[in-house]
């Protein structure tokens, strides 16, 4: 079970690397189901959890029933999906950007400067200061501050 919002997986995201952060809680060869808890109204760590292959999500505000039950379907290697999720699926699906396009919008909001950010994702700052750009343009957003403004709003960091 991974909480989204727990320091590694926070850190996994930032660093674009959610999917093996995933793939090492879930065990070696992925023999263990991976649920994971989600705060329903941030889309962004809802998609990487799927994105990941995530067998179950529940939300954090769930009744302890409900953790129950979706522990004990997930051990059994069925999916489940908490229903309170319906609405953060649906806008998870409407982000714009791109699993490595968050990666860099994330650490960006961090602050991390185009170098900082290209030393993580070990990129070119010329490949940085594109995915800016991209994010600035698909975002709608005047500049890179107002890219992580509207980001932020809408839950995708």
């Known amino acids: ?4 919002d727990c320091p590694a997986a926070d850190k996994a995201a930032r660093k674009d690397e959610w999917g093996k952060f995933v793939a090492s809680a879930s065990g070696e060869g992925g023999e263990c189901g991976l649920l994971v808890l989600v705060n329903s109204e941030r ?5 990487r959890a799927h994105e990941a292959r995530a067998l179950g999500y529940v939300d954090k505000d769930a009744p302890p029933q409900r953790l129950i039950e979706a522990i004990r379907r997930v051990a059994r290697k069925e999916r489940y999906v908490d229903d309170a999720l319906g609405y953060g699926f649906l806008q998870a699906a409407k982000i714009p950007l ?8 994330s650490l960006a909001a961090d602050g991390a400067s185009i170098p900082e950010i290209a ?3 070990h990129l070119s700052t010329g490949t940085i200061r594109n995915y800016l750009a991209a994010i600035t343009r698909k975002t709608g957003a005047r500049n890179r ?4 403004r509207i980001s932020q709003c809408e839950g995708w960091v």
């Open 98 to 105: 791109t699993e490595r396009e968050l990666g860099v919008l």
């Open 1 to 4: 079970m991974v909480d989204t």
């Open 145 to 148: 501050v107002d890219a992580i």
């Open 119 to 121: 030393r993580t994702l």
């Open 43 to 47: 889309p962004g760590p809802l998609r």
